[in-house]
């Protein structure tokens, strides 16, 4: 699969993932207090969305992992297990590592203090 210089394969779903994990937590926040959260939690806020991001795109990763196939001649010839599989990227990072930087982050956001 070709894709765009920044992302590979399905690497795009990434930001997708981390941007849909974050408006959640500001919509569910919204829903429980009645009224936007201050800005002393906004940061709280933002790093719960990155933590649910993570968990979304660890998901994905795991749906990858199960529906890819290797494919090329010699897996079709020899059936090698670790053929030449699509690989799946995002600002060149493979979407397997994308979990565990999101869940740093979002762990660095909450203990900020």
Partial sequence: MKGWLVWRGC???????????WR?????????????PSEAAQ?????????LGAALVLALD???????RP???????????NGFAPRHEFLLVP?????YLLAAAGTAA???Y
């Fill in 11 to 21: 690497g795009s779903l990434v930001l997708l993932l981390s941007m849909l994990g």
């Fill in 95 to 99: 979407v397997a590592a994308w979990p």
């Fill in 110 to 112: 909450l203990c900020r």
């Fill in 43 to 51: 940061t709280d806020v933002a790093a719960i969305g990155l933590l």
């Fill in 62 to 68: 795991v749906v990858l992992g199960r529906n890819e």
């Fill in 24 to 36: 959640v937590a500001t919509a569910a926040t919204d829903y429980v207090l009645g009224e936007p």
């Fill in 71 to 81: 494919r090329g001649l010699l897996v079709w010839l020899f059936g090698f297990r």
